[in-house]
């Protein structure tokens, strides 16, 4: 069975480091786009991060950049999400996707990818 765990989730003040994984279960993620989506309460889900399966491709939204860092260990297949200087607006469940596609991925389409995590609480607040 094919499945996606994030963990590493949780509560941090604003300013603060959380850094969340995305395992895969059933399968290897070598040949798996994998990107990183939010949704925050009443408001749709919205794309954060993307990373294509060699790991030559990485994008993020405006409002991470400089501030999130995607990454794979495909060795242990795993993707990371390094989450610095965070927001209060970073407050929101966070899923991680995949897609088998090589050399590409979507930091903005959720219908793009076939698997979803079931998602990890972040909360950013004082």
């Known amino acids: 069975q094919l499945q996606l765990v994030e963990s590493g989730g949780g509560l941090v003040q604003p300013g603060g480091s959380l850094r969340l994984s995305c395992a895969a279960s059933?399968?290897?993620?070598?040949?798996?786009?994998i990107s990183w989506f939010r949704q925050a309460p009443g408001k749709e889900r919205e794309g954060v991060s993307c990373?294509?399966?060699?790991?030559?491709?990485?994008n993020y939204v405006d409002s991470v950049k400089g501030r999130f860092t995607i990454s794979r260990d495909n060795a242990k297949n795993t993707v990371y999400l390094q989450m610095n200087s965070l927001k209060p607006e970073d407050t929101a469940v966070y899923y991680c996707?995949?897609?088998?596609?090589?050399?590409?991925?979507?930091?903005?389409?959720?219908?793009?990818?076939?698997?979803w995590g079931q998602g990890t609480q972040v909360t950013v607040s004082s």
């Open positions: 990373i294509s399966s060699g790991g030559g491709i990485m």
């Open positions: 996707a995949a897609r088998r596609i090589a050399g590409y991925c979507s930091v903005y389409t959720v219908s793009f990818y076939n698997y």
């Open positions: 059933g399968f290897t993620l070598d040949y798996y786009a």
